[in-house]
């Protein structure tokens, strides 16, 4: 898969996969990734850059395994994943291949159906969701972001400066969140580091890529919840996803608990 960029997702439902099971756990912090220098001038030009990925992103189609990691260990699933710039669906199936969880967000609303368990929950798409699935209140377009591999510049790509330690990489601050990130040598993502200045890490995400530029695997992590989830990309393709392959009709006689 190339690497993935698109237009300004409103509402976007990363949320929705972390809704599988990001729970409490222990989970390990990684050293930053080694890098070469970075030129000062060069992080205006990545902020350009990764703008105008997002900008041209269609949609996509991909075959996904999850991983995700808890007290009782780590759990695996298939799982289908539609995206477009605005919407996300995501279909998980048991190891027979009958869906157990499908979910869709858009721009008014988040809903995830177990199936097996015939109950369905929804919320509006805002960071409030994000922090309830997740752990922290993060704009749900930069989690569909990180998903495909596309780290937000800032408002003002001048705010960023390049720092030496612990490795090179980017930096800035926005809303209060403090932002570094690692780049490859090819200019791309290596690895995200969110943090509240003197409260430590609400966020990481690393991301794993193809010689030939593709993305293949996205780890995030948020250590103050100690939680750990891994999308790993099998196959994927970039389409123009219409608008009815994104709605879920939730079966009569199927509770709907509303979390906000």
């Known amino acids: 898969m190339r690497a993935p960029a698109g237009s300004g997702a409103r509402r976007a439902a990363v949320a929705l996969v972390l809704a599988l099971a990001l729970t409490r756990c222990a989970a390990s912090r990684p050293a930053p990734p080694a890098a070469a220098p970075i030129p000062p001038g060069q992080a205006i030009e990545l ?5 105008a990925e997002w900008d041209g992103f269609p949609g996509m189609r991909a075959a996904i395994d999850l991983t995700v990691k808890n007290r009782q260990g780590s759990e695996r699933a298939a799982a289908l994943l539609l995206m477009s710039p605005t919407s996300l669906r995501v279909e998980v199936a048991t190891p027979f291949g009958l869906p157990a969880l499908v979910a869709t967000a858009g721009p008014d609303d988040i809903t995830i159906f177990r199936v097996l368990e015939r109950r369905a929950q929804t919320a509006r ?6 922090e309830h699935w997740l752990g922290v209140a993060l704009p749900p377009s930069t989690l569909i972001r990180l998903l495909v591999g596309n780290v937000p510049p800032p408002a003002d790509p001048q705010a960023i400066t390049v720092e030496s330690t612990p490795t090179p990489h ?4 926005e809303h209060g969140i ?4 690692w780049i490859t040598a ?3 993502p290596a690895r995200l580091r969110l943090a509240v200045p003197g409260g430590g ?3 990481s995400a690393d991301f794993e890529w193809s010689g030939a530029g593709g993305l293949l695997a996205v780890l995030l992590m948020a250590p103050d919840r100690g939680a750990e989830l891994k999308v790993r990309y099998l196959s994927a393709e970039y389409i123009e996803n219409p608008p009815d392959a994104f709605r879920l009709t939730i079966p009569a ?7 906000d």
């Open 178 to 181: 403090r932002h570094q990130v």
């Open 47 to 51: 902020a350009r850059r990764w703008a």
């Open 125 to 130: 798409p805002s960071p409030e969701a994000v």
């Open 170 to 173: 980017l930096a800035w601050t």
């Open 201 to 203: 890490d609400r966020l």
């Open 186 to 188: 090819e200019g791309r």
């Open 253 to 259: 006689g199927v509770p709907v608990q509303q979390l």
